[in-house]
């Protein structure tokens, strides 16, 4: 099989009689026919062999005697334009050569020997299979190139650094967070030396109070509870008898009142 380097040619197969024959240009698209030869006057006699480097079959043909080359024809594809079979036998194959110029040329291959036929056949096969498959697994490894998994392998553990995060909560304050009350609104604690909720204050200021004007009845406008009317005096002065007591002795009666 072809090596795996491009400067390194591997020997696919060789046949030590093979014949040359010119072909005539193709009138139409058919097939190309190996009776319209002249099969009886080949054009040149010798050995072919194939040979792969890379991807590329190269079909030689060469001298039997010296080796030197006297047409060689380069495949890169199978069945194709370089290499195609008559239509009226097995043993014979139209190539495409190509000198060092890049000039081409086609002509007829056959072999005396339908087994000789048969392996130039199957060797050009498997080369070329053989270059599907490089091609399938390389685009294959591509597909199933390694991915990254962000995903925990079982047992795996993370850790974290739970001194850094108290040290940025002690640079923000210490300020415990107070509960909610009803319906997820925060309360606020009492003022100082205030009372707790639920507590009814002494007093309320009235409107008419200054700040700082402590609270008295004086400010509170409390109603005032209506005086007993005063019965009617005498005729005579009825407190007389008590301001006659003034420096008298203390418990010493007059009348009917008690001295003080």
Known sequence: MAAEGEDYEAVLCVKPAVLVYRVPPRASNRGYRAAEWQLDQPAWSGRLRITARGSTAFIRLEDKTSGELFAQAPVEQFPGIAVESVTDSSRYFVIRIEDENGRRAFIGVGFADRGDAFDFNVALQDHFKWVRQQSELARQDLDQGPKLDLGFKEGQTIKLNIANMKKKEGATGNTRPRPAGPGGLTLLPPPPGGKSCGERPPSLPG???????????????????????????????????????SGSTPNQTQGNWVQF
């Open 207 to 245: 409107p008419a109070q200054l700040p700082g004007t402590p609270i008295t009845d004086s400010v509170l406008s409390w109603p005032q509870p209506s005086a007993p009317a005063a019965p009617a005096a005498p005729a005579a002065d009825a407190w007389g008898d008590f301001a006659k007591a």
